[in-house]
């Protein structure tokens, strides 16, 4: 299952998956990101693979990879936060491959990553 994260900045989209994550998690991710693309021409997002993670089936990785490449130059900023040594080694092997800035934070390190992602963040439109 994937969880939208709540209390970020605007524009900035948090998303936390929980317990094994599949294809069908991704159906509340894209609109979050899609209304946040409404606003903003580009976003940033903070994705958090906790404790609570336990894996991807074979369709929510798919579907994890074709989220950035859906949107390849929407994302500012990503920040990554895992303790998992495969989705550690998978974000440094890929992350060349991403445009933007990516950073990859430890669990313990993951007020820092949403200070970071959030840091410097413009202000978007102003509301009517």
């Known amino acids: 299952m994937i969880e939208l994260i709540q209390g970020l900045p605007e524009g900035v989209v948090g998303i936390e998956a929980v317990g094994q994550v599949t294809s069908d998690d991704y159906a509340a991710v894209?609109?979050?990101i899609e209304e946040a693309l409404d606003v903003r021409d580009k976003i940033?997002?903070?994705h958090v693979l906790g404790d609570r993670?336990?894996?991807?089936?074979?369709?929510?990785?798919?579907?994890?990879?074709k989220l950035g490449?859906?949107?390849?130059?929407?994302?500012e900023r990503i920040a990554v936060?895992?303790?998992h040594d495969g989705v550690r080694t998978?974000?440094?092997g890929a992350g060349w491959s991403v445009?933007?800035?990516m950073r990859l934070f430890s669990n313990a390190?993951?007020?820092?990553a949403v200070t970071w992602v959030s840091a410097d963040l413009e202000q978007g439109p102003e509301s009517p």
């Not at 993670?53 to 990879?65: E, H």
């Not at 490449?69 to 994302?75: D, G, N």
């Open 69 to 75: 490449l859906s949107h390849p130059l929407s994302f």
């Open 30 to 32: 894209t609109p979050a």
């Open 44 to 46: 940033r997002l903070i």
């Open 81 to 83: 936060v895992t303790d």
């Open 53 to 65: 993670f336990s894996g991807y089936s074979a369709g929510g990785m798919w579907k994890d990879g």
């Open 90 to 92: 998978l974000v440094k």
């Open 99 to 101: 445009p933007g800035e």
């Open 109 to 112: 390190e993951h007020d820092e």
